[in-house]
């Protein structure tokens, strides 16, 4: 007798641990701002991975970068060079303007070797006293899922149960600058924040916030670095958020879109005496700057180069948050957007925002919730400007049908 084949997410039930709870939708094709589903329907990706899909599914030019170096060289180790390492670093730090590059894969490992370059900087530069360094994160932070991370997040689910957690850590408001700068003393190696907090809801701190940090930084001899993992590479409509406010860090993290869709690479970009901290052997990763991953990293860079995506996302974001400011009160009671990033936090009686993501599914719209009665929408930068006036139709709708 012949068995029928398990369904993949009947097998992913079984078999895959359950750290996720996904919409019920089995994705096997994507290209641009849709994909489809194993069932062939169509849906409208407006959560491009957490912004790492800033450039749509599939792009023709990362897929002929991917292409061409999976045909040449795909993984060296940094026992030896390779010819891509070098030029992506290049490329990267002058987008930026930084001083130079240290290359990981995930966004959690750029935090935690950002963690490491500030803690030595502080003992070998700042003179702190050995193994007294302090960083002051903001509360309602994402850095990541790794021990060190969690142990500074001030959400319970991401904390609960994996304690121990490291030392160090000092956390103040986010958005108040009068705490940072009653948290700075001389212990401080660093302030690291995320110039938006993506996870948290999209949440924008006052206007004149990255500045203030930047001058508290400067007159007390601290660094700053800011997380734009989330935040960065066009989302904002610019390259960088703190470009908003025209702030540099002395340590800037990139992830997620930065391996267009294809691949995980994270860089740490940093000014020349804090990278100079690291000495081989103290750091380091086996796929780390691996020329596949730098290869289509270096084409993310040239897309970014002209500005043109950056200037796509500021006009396609004023078209959604024209479309949003349009939602009754009864409906919302906050939208937060930046680009084309928003976080609409739904009006008290509406059911939570996984629900309204259920009912956004069924009209063939993916999006995803945030804190229980937030909803974050992050579509890919090159979506079509009508397809975006329709998701906004059906968002819309879905908070009308379901408005008690
Ligand atoms: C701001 C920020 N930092 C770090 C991370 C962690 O990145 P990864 O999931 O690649 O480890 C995330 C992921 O959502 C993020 O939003």
């Not at 749509?56 to 026992?79: F, N």
Request: charged share 20%.
């Amino acid at each position: 007798m012949l068995s029928t084949p398990a369904a993949p997410v009947d097998l992913e039930q079984v078999w895959s641990a359950h750290n996720y709870h996904p919409l019920p939708v089995t994705l096997v094709a994507g290209e641009g701002a849709w994909v489809t589903a194993l069932d062939g329907t169509r849906y409208l990706d407006l959560l491009s991975a957490y912004s790492a899909l800033n450039f749509g599914h599939r792009h023709p030019r990362l897929l002929e970068a991917a292409h061409a170096q999976l045909d040449r060289l795909t993984l060296t180790s940094r026992a030896f060079h390779n010819d891509q390492l070098g030029p992506f670093c290049a490329e990267l730090a002058q987008l930026v303007g930084m001083d130079g590059v240290l290359v990981m894969n995930t966004g959690a490992e750029a935090v935690e070797t950002a963690i490491k370059a500030v803690r030595r900087w502080a003992y070998d530069v700042r003179g702190v006293r050995p193994d007294e360094a302090t960083i002051v994160t903001a509360a309602g932070n994402f850095h990541g899922r790794t021990t060190t991370i969690v142990g500074f997040s001030t959400d319970p689910d991401a904390r609960r149960g994996f304690g121990p957690f490291t030392p160090g850590f000092v956390s103040v408001p986010f958005g108040d600058l009068e705490a940072v700068g009653g948290a700075i003393d001389d212990t401080t190696a660093a302030v690291l924040v995320e110039p938006i907090q993506g996870e948290a809801g999209v949440i924008i701190p006052p206007a004149g916030y990255l500045g203030g940090l930047r001058r508290l930084c400067d007159e007390r001899g601290v660094l700053l670095v800011l997380d734009e993992i989330q935040s960065g590479l066009g989302r904002t409509g610019w390259t960088l958020a703190c470009d908003r406010e025209g702030v540099r860090p002395d340590v800037l993290l990139l992830g997620k879109a930065l391996g267009g869709g294809i691949v995980p690479i994270s860089a740490v970009v940093a000014r020349g005496d804090v990278l100079e901290v690291f000495t081989p052997g103290s750091h380091g990763s086996t796929f780390g700057g691996n020329p596949l991953a730098c290869a289509i990293a270096r084409e993310v860079v040239a897309m970014l180069q002209t500005g043109e995506l950056q200037c796509r996302a500021a006009r396609l974001g004023c078209v959604l948050a024209d479309g949003l400011a349009d939602l009754s009160p009864a409906l919302v009671a906050q939208v937060r957007t930046a680009g084309l990033w928003a976080g609409i936090d739904l009006a008290p009686g509406l059911p939570p925002a996984r629900v309204v993501c259920e009912t956004l599914l069924a009209r063939r719209v993916l999006a995803k919730d945030a804190h229980g009665s937030t909803l974050r929408l992050a579509p890919p930068l090159v979506i079509d400007e009508d397809d975006l006036r329709w998701a906004v139709d059906q968002v819309r709708d879905v908070l009308v049908e379901l408005c008690p």
